[in-house]
């Protein structure tokens, strides 16, 4: 069965810090992977996705993801936080190519400490 | 990509009662889903909404307590059936504008509590 896993319930950084949010997945065929962002009592919003290429993905607000084949992860980056980061960080993948249905780990909250 | 809105962004119903939640874009978009966000939890599908046939459902979620409408290639609308307590979630819908490896966006959600 297809699935994500964000290890971490909580990340907690000081501002300016890099900061890694964790994921990894479980799927049968290629990966197709995704990043959003929930800010408090608002929709998601989309931050970057790998589907093939390169290796390092790079979206909004300066966010960067490494796709890792090997360790079948996708983690979240950035080379140095905000305080306005904070935030509840979804994992997901697409469960089927035919489909296009997503499958979301269960989330990340993101404390960026100034 | 899509602008998508939400109807109502919010709303307390009382236990027993139906609401029905509409989900507009302002451009045509060929895949629509409708997710389930209880509290403090993650994101699960309830159904693919299909333009001009029934809904696919995930498996738990059922017609009779989700049925789901899609008219054209712009609109859905997603009803909570005698509804309960634990129908408290934010409610998601989200689109794909092309093919099914594009970005899904999604809309603000509404939020529902069930007294």
């Known amino acids: 069965a297809q699935s994500v896993a964000q290890p971490e319930d909580q990340v907690n950084v000081a501002e300016g810090n890099p900061l890694t949010v964790k994921c990894t997945y479980s799927?049968?065929?290629?990966?197709?992977l995704f990043w959003y962002v929930q800010y408090p009592n608002r929709g998601l919003q989309f931050l970057l996705k790998?589907?093939?290429?390169?290796?390092l993905v790079k979206g909004s607000y300066g966010f960067e993801a490494e796709f890792n084949k090997s360790q079948t992860s996708f983690h979240l980056k950035k080379p140095s936080a905000l305080v306005s980061d904070s935030a509840l960080y979804f994992c997901?993948?697409?469960?089927?190519?035919?489909?296009?249905?997503?499958?979301f780990g269960q989330g990340t909250t993101l404390q960026v400490k100034p | 990509s899509a602008v998508i809105s939400q109807k109502p962004s919010r709303d307390i119903c009382q236990r027993g009662t139906s609401l029905t939640i509409q989900c507009q874009v302002d451009?045509?978009?060929?895949?629509m889903f409708w997710y389930r966000q209880q509290p403090g939890q993650s994101l699960t599908l309830i159904a693919t909404?299909?333009?001009?046939?029934?809904?696919?459902?995930e498996s738990g979620f059922v017609i009779d307590k989700f049925p789901i409408s899609r008219p054209n290639l712009t609109f859905s609308t997603l009803t909570v059936s005698n509804m309960s307590p634990e129908d408290s979630s934010i409610y998601l819908c989200?689109?794909?504008?092309?093919?099914?490896?594009?970005?899904?966006?999604f809309g603000p959600g509404t939020r529902l509590l069930v007294l």
């Open positions: 451009s045509q978009v060929t895949m």
């Open positions: 799927v049968s065929g290629n990966p197709y």
């Open positions: 909404a299909n333009q001009g046939s029934e809904a696919t459902y």
């Open positions: 790998y589907i093939t290429g390169d290796n």
């Open positions: 989200s689109v794909v504008s092309t093919g099914v490896l594009e970005t899904q966006y």
């Open positions: 997901a993948v697409i469960g089927s190519s035919n489909t296009g249905k997503l499958i």
